[in-house]
Each structure stands twice: as C-alpha cells, then as structure tokens.
C-alpha cells in the first residue's frame, strides 16, 4: 500500500512554539512507511520563503516522496503573495497552497482569504484549510460560500474539524463536492464514518506532526476499513487530489 501523509510541516513556528526539521520528518516516513509527504512551513514561521526554499531543496534530494505546499500570510501584498506562491507551483513543482484561519488569523470570508483561493484558481492547485481550533474563523462551515464561488477549486479541510467540529466538516463536504477531509487529530470513529459516508475518495490521511504519525495510522488500522478503503484514504485520494508525481517514489 502507498500511503501519502497529505499534512506535513517542516520548519520552526513562532505561533505554536514548534520546530521540525528535514531529518525529523524523514526518519517519522521511514519508521512509519509512509512514502510520500506534502509538505509546508508552519504559520508562525520566521522567513516562510526560506523555508518554502528548504521543501523544494529537500524534494530535489527526495524525488516522488515530498512535494511542497505554499504556505504564507495572506495578510499582504496580492502581488506579493501571488508572486512567491506562483514561483513555487510553476518552478518549485509545489501542489498547493494554505489557508491557515488560526495560526494568520484569516476569516475565510475576507478580502485576504479570497485572494488565496484566486491564487489557487489561476494556478491549477488545490487549497487546503485549517479548521477546527480557532473558531470562529476556523469553522468548517465558512468554506461553503468559498467552494460554492470557486467549485474549480479543490479544497481540503485540514483535520476536519478537528473532533469537536467533525459533524460541521462532514456536512460541508456532503453540500459541496469540491470539498475533501484531511483527519488528522480526528477521533479514529469519525474518521472510519466520513469514510464509509462520504466514500474513500473524498478523505485523506494527514498526521500534521511527526510525532503524531504512528497515531493517525493506526486510527485508520484500527476501524476494520476494507483494503480498498485504505489504499484510497491513505494514499490515492491525497495523489489524485494533489496531483501527485510520483517519480522515483513509485
């Protein structure tokens, strides 16, 4: 089974008082046998573009088995923000870009968080979204006028609401199909239930830490899901969806 972690960070984060580094993240894959990442910096990050350059160094070391995911605040210049985000989709090879409500204090209905699903729409990649902790702006519910004004877009809901907010998230995957679940930090029963409901190729593994990578494995294990099953939400929904080259990965 190829199995993806679609939510990955690399970096330090000044929000959440985390660092992971490139040797961190690659000893949590090959413990846990996890062939591929996608991978960003973290929200409180010091210099995101330097670390935006450290994914795409460490893709080139590691071709088919990390692919990057633009991560930056939006509460910037458009032509700024567009400019770093399309220098990594177009010559980096990155296969997304994030919307972090919490950790860059976006409400997804504002000026800011459109111009990142625009980004997102002009450059032919998906948008993935943190929800859960840091409502209100992190409600699952505030994507549906987004994926409604924008149904060419693809967007993920990082950790699906993030247990509280799981029934919220599963709702505004059921109203808009362009709506997909990432479940890290999801309890294990809701995750075996968005999958079964919603079907495996609406939902994907993510562990969002490496420390939390052997946990959000054994979530999926655990809930008697059928191989099939399995081999889409831990691995081909997160390569469709994303776009995913496998490579040397294969």
Request: hydrophobic share 45%; proline share 6%; with cysteine.
């Amino acid at each position: 089974m190829f199995i993806v972690d679609a939510h990955q960070h690399l970096g330090s984060c000044r929000v959440f008082d985390l660092n992971q580094t490139e040797e961190d993240l690659l000893a949590a894959m090959d413990q846990n046998g996890v062939a591929a990442a996608v991978v960003q910096p973290l929200p409180g990050a010091p210099d995101a573009v330097a670390v935006h350059g450290r994914i795409a160094e460490l893709s080139r070391q590691h071709p088919g088995r990390i692919f990057g995911m633009v991560n930056l605040n939006p509460h910037t210049d458009p032509g700024k923000y567009f400019a770093e985000a399309a220098r990594c989709v177009r010559e980096l090879g990155f296969v997304a870009v994030k919307l972090h409500t919490i950790g860059h204090a976006v409400l997804p209905l504002s000026k800011d968080a459109e111009m990142v699903f625009d980004t997102a729409r002009q450059l032919g990649v998906p948008v993935m979204v943190h929800t859960g902790a840091g409502i209100p702006f992190a409600s699952p519910s505030l994507i549906i006028p987004r994926a409604r004004q924008f149904p060419d877009v693809k967007i993920v809901l990082a950790h699906s609401g993030g247990s509280i907010l799981s029934a919220e998230a599963y709702v505004t995957a059921k109203e808009c199909p362009n709506v997909y679940l990432e479940t890290s930090w999801c309890p294990s029963t809701d995750i075996a239930w968005m999958v079964r409901d919603l079907g495996a190729n609406r939902v994907m593994l993510g562990a969002d830490l490496v420390g939390n990578m052997a946990t959000e494995l054994t979530k999926y294990r655990s809930q008697g899901l059928s191989e099939s099953e399995l081999e889409a939400s831990m691995g081909r929904t997160a390569i469709e969806v994303y776009n995913l080259k496998l490579g040397a990965a294969k």
